[in-house]
């Protein structure tokens, strides 16, 4: 069979890089990034090359498989078609239901649900008929703030403003890593290549981490932050900002409300306050934000070391703050709205919270979730 050649993208992560797959048949015989994708401009990580090994491995399971109880109390597994496969969920779910309710069944989704389309327009039809409160997803251990945020703020879930780096002067950047992650909620493949842009037309990259990532080591600055302490250091750069007179809403003041109640709100989380905690001098603290306000084009971003702490919701909300309070909510070199291919706001509800609550501990639920720190004591 003569070799053929495919443009797909890479699935296994947000970056979504393009990619220029060689086969023979069934075969796999190279897989490379694809220079003429606009967004990832050629730049795949291993695990696109990896694909490959996926595909080949004697060990993939290529059907489904049924656990067989075995007489000495182990277990054994056979392959079965996918209709029975089918028929034996179904009729399980149906039991169970019959017997003990539909909150007897529980859901977990994990990360490669979100990166399956059928999955992504079809889950939805399948709660309405299960209609368990017993949801639960990885968002709870990684991005809740994020879709928390977004629904107090812009009205809906799923409104994430996305660093626009590539015209951006200042980025200051909280408890992320995208040379690592290629940019978690944000979609950036060849990172590297757009902070070395970013620097060589005169922009900063500023990073607070605890530990010295693959982004510090390529960032203008690395400061040290405290696990846990970064709520004070965003509060307190908020802070700076209100009482030095550096907010400018600029085209954002014709529908934004309660700026002076957040400004009253931070008047005590002064620098001071949050170098005895943070470890960054109250200096360094208010030279940071003066920077920020006074760039013409700034981002500021947070990923999972801001998400996944004691004060995750309140980060996510204070950056938010900072680029709405300094007008860089949706202007280019800000964070910026973005135009979907599939517009999932439209498509979607805009969340809710603490509408149901777990049975065990009383944790609220986000979007009718609930935590997955629950799922094993429910």
């Excluded at 699935?11 to 086969?23: D, K, M, S, Y």
């Excluded at 997803?137 to 991005?143: G, K």
């Excluded at 084009?297 to 070391?305: H, L, T, W």
């Amino acid at each position: 069979m003569a070799t053929q050649v495919h443009h797909r993208a890479c699935h296994l992560c947000e970056a979504i890089c393009g990619l220029v797959i060689e086969t023979d048949g069934t075969e796999v015989l190279s897989i490379k990034g694809d220079k003429n994708d606009p967004l990832s401009r050629g730049h795949i990580c291993p695990k696109a090359v990896a694909l490959q090994d996926i595909h080949q491995d004697p060990d993939r399971l290529r059907q489904p498989m049924k656990k067989i109880p075995k007489t000495d109390g182990s277990f054994r597994h056979e392959p079965i078609s996918w209709d029975e496969a089918l028929d034996t969920a179904a009729s399980a779910l149906a039991d169970s239901v019959e017997r003990y309710g539909v909150d007897s069944i529980g859901v977990y989704l994990g990360n490669p649900s979100i990166h399956n389309y059928g999955m992504m327009t079809h889950q939805g039809a399948l709660f309405k008929l299960l209609r368990t409160k017993n949801r639960f997803s990885a968002t709870s251990v990684d991005q809740l703030p994020h879709h928390l945020t977004s629904m107090w703020l812009f009205g809906h879930k799923l409104m994430f403003p996305i660093p626009d780096i590539d015209r951006s002067d200042y980025f200051l950047m909280l408890g992320g890593n995208p040379v690592a992650s290629n940019g978690s909620i944000w979609t950036v493949p060849d990172i590297k290549q757009r902070i070395k842009d970013l620097k060589a037309r005169g922009g900063k990259l500023v990073v607070l981490d605890p530990r010295r990532t693959e982004t510090a080591e390529m960032a203008s600055e690395h400061h040290f932050i405290k696990p846990g302490t970064d709520a004070l250091f965003i509060l307190a750069v908020m802070n700076v900002i209100f009482q030095d007179g550096l907010a400018d809403l600029d085209h954002l003041a014709p529908f934004t409300d309660g700026v002076e109640i957040v400004a009253e709100a931070v008047r005590a989380f002064t620098p001071e306050l949050a170098a005895q905690h943070t470890g960054i001098s109250a200096a360094t603290i208010t030279r940071i934000a003066h920077d920020f306000a006074k760039a013409e084009k700034s981002i500021c971003y947070g990923r999972m070391g801001v998400s996944v702490q004691r004060y995750g919701a309140l980060n996510q909300w204070a950056i938010q703050i900072i680029n709405i309070i300094t007008g860089n909510i949706d202007r280019v070199g800000g964070s910026m709205f973005t135009l979907p291919a599939v517009d999932q706001v439209r498509n979607t509800g805009p969340g809710g919270f603490a509408r149901h609550h777990s049975r065990k501990r009383g944790l609220p639920e986000f979007d009718r979730e609930l935590p997955s720190a629950a799922l094993a004591e429910e």
